[in-house]
């Protein structure tokens, strides 16, 4: 090449260069991942205005219902849902070519029937090279790949401009962007917590049936790693894309206030990847607050207090909202029955969380009624209960409506249906205390009185145990597995079997958050073994019961119990 070609090339170098800087989008200089993400999640720009999105169809979308989280969740790994395939967009799926195997992986990771339309569309090419800064945007606003295929008819168009754009970008190339701890070559890492102060028959039947399970899933997913034949049964690289798993039960002694610095001292020694089952004394207060912290995904402990600020998001999954849930369908029921201005409700209840939780969510839900009055009482022990009973009956309060929420302490319950003022006075109570009454574990006036006791109930009634159950008990028999506290082993297994179906579906793809969403996507048809009549989860839900009966004796069978009201959303 000579001098002068050089030279001449040189020349028009700045030529070149101004016509690359004014096709290319001019993306802001800064983009703030934080203001990217606050975006992708709440559908608020970076100014605090809602963004709109308009679909194929012409349906405009903004704010909140316009937020990417709605469809490709929190993880950026989409889904499946009512006949649509949400694809995933993490940067490891966006900045790569489109993979071959998708529609392989599709059909692995979700089993459930779709119609002949919906496996067509899905099945159809989608080739498309890998993209870039410039052409996402494009892709963004548009709504066309960079092959100038349309995408489908959900997925919006959106004004954004280059500041916006640029955040949104900057959080997408984060989206599940690194393999969350708790994951080895070998093992994924699950802890357990328990604490002092409960039942130890229950904590050992939780352990057996939990520790049982696990290696009983080791035994088999060895088996099948062994197997040649598993690559094309999973269709997928199957010994790359399974781990075995690895229990690590956390211990948590002494107050709760020392909870949450015992929790930093485990997970500091072993992270795990999630936590699993478990109870504690008291509320799961600390430990919910704990994982989301870590953002740690906690599955179905058993706990009758949870975190009453999670309705929704949050990383624990729980069975039902507890004792929050019982206080509100007694209430419910109390104005299904004529509650109205001018009744007078007792409320009695034990100092500990047991008692203090129902007892203030039902005084925070009756204020809403205008006009009906409660008196609520702590006690502490048998004595101040005592002492307040006799301070009631001095003053005639005792012709009300009583309410006592006893914590674990049922012979509290015994103590009030002794009285002699009460004895036409129905008595309402929590699941626990009317269990461990209905079952005679308490004193002589609770038998002499049972059919005076009426108790929320958010559980299956015991005449409609399902056919599951039947499947979970032979199970615990191949297990050698002594059925000794039947609802903590069911639904420790029910739990486990989550998790393994849900374990199964991620494929390599380690993410939490991931895990989180296949956790909500496996409830529905996963072993229901009858502890509760429906369980299912939608997007962000974290109760997977939602409501409940209204129970008491049954007047022709003392050794039943009937439901006096119909199950209840409250």
Known sequence: MTYRTIARRLASLPLVLLALALAAPAFAAKPDPELGRRLYETGIDRKGNPITGIDHNDISYEGEQAACLRCHRRSGFGGSEGGYYVPPIPKDFLYESSRSDRNDRFRAAFLEAQSVQHWVRVRMPRARPAYTDETLAAAIREGYSPTGQKFDALMPRYTLDDQDMANLIAHLKTLSSQISPGVDDTFMHFGMVLSEGIDPGEREAMIRTTEAFFEWY???????????????????????????????????KGDSKSWPRQLRSHYKKTPVFAMVNGMVAGSWNPIGEFCDEQKLPCLFPLTQAAQHTRDLGGYTIY?????????????????????????SIVQLHQAGPGGAIPAARFNARIARLPGVEVETLAYTDHASLDKAL?????????????????????????????????????????????????????????????????????????EDRHPDAYRVRAWMRSRALPVTAERIQFMSYYSL???????????????????????????????????????????????VSKGGYVVRTDAQDSSKIKAISPWMLP
Do not use: C
């Open 390 to 462: 006799n301070e009631l009956a001095a003053r005639g309060e005792l012709r009300h409506d009583i309410i006592i929420w006893p914590g674990d302490d049922a012979a509290a319950v015994d103590r009030v249906l002794a009285r002699p003022e009460l004895a036409a006075t129905d008595i309402y109570t929590s699941s626990r205390a009317f269990e461990a009454i209905h079952s005679g574990a308490v004193g002589e006036a609770a038998k002499a009185n049972v059919g005076r006791l009426i108790a929320a109930w958010p559980f299956s009634l015991p």
């Open 319 to 343: 069975y039902s909202r507890g004792l929050e849930l019982e206080a509100d369908l007694i209430l419910q029921h109390l104005y299904d029955q004529g509650l109205a201005s001018g009744r």
């Open 497 to 543: 079997g989550i998790l393994r179906d849900a374990g199964r579906h991620m494929f390599e793809h380690y993410h939490r958050d991931y895990l989180m969403e296949r956790i909500e996507h496996e409830v529905d048809g996963a072993v229901n073994p009858g502890f509760y009549p429906n369980l299912e989860l939608g997007p962000e839900q974290r109760f």
């Open 218 to 252: 080791n035994e088999r997913l060895t088996g099948d790693k062994n197997l040649i034949a598993s690559e094309r049964v999973y269709g997928m690289q199957f010994r790359e894309s399974t781990r075995l798993w690895k229990l690590h039960l956390w211990e948590l």
